[in-house]
């Protein structure tokens, strides 16, 4: 499990990305570290892209539910608008932001800020998804998560669409989305042979 750094005389901020498949518990590691930035007197602020309206526009909520107040956003420069006073930035959904994303957290921890990014990694396709590949190569800390494939119970990394829909980004949760394993992902995708459950 992810622990704080404590470092001393601390010049600068960091990076830290939790990256994953869908329902691989991306979320969930997000507000638990935030929670426990706010038991250490932080000041925080979260921010979603304002695309992700599954739930509500203003929280964070991890698909158990749990939830945290955010401030929802069209471009990754509008975090700059909001971080005065801060000490902790969280980002959800962060695959869906621009490509200017790591050049904004790269700033942000030049100031100071710890900034915690969570989001996919792949995209249905199982391609690099938006801004994540960039993010990861220039965050301090990466924690990848994953689900368990449902077909044969290994770990899951991809994110397997059940829809026929081909636009990269389809909102949906376990009516369009299943985790799986690389080769159960492979079997869906490539060989086009559906697994039956
Ligand atoms: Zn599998």
Redesign the pocket.
Known sequence: MFLEPSFRNQRSGWIEVVCGSMFSGKTEELIRRIKRAKFANQKIQIFKPEKDIRYHIEKVVSHDENSIESIPIRTSREIYQHISDVNVVGIDEAQFLDNNLPEVCQKLAIRGIRVIVAGLDMDYKGRPFGPMPDLLAVAEYITKVHAI?P????L?THSYRLTDEEETVVLGEKDKYEP??R??FEMGNILDLKIQT
């Not at 077909?151 to 290994?154: A, F, P, S, V, Y």
């Open positions: 494939c077909h044969c119970g290994n899951a799986r394993c080769m159960c």
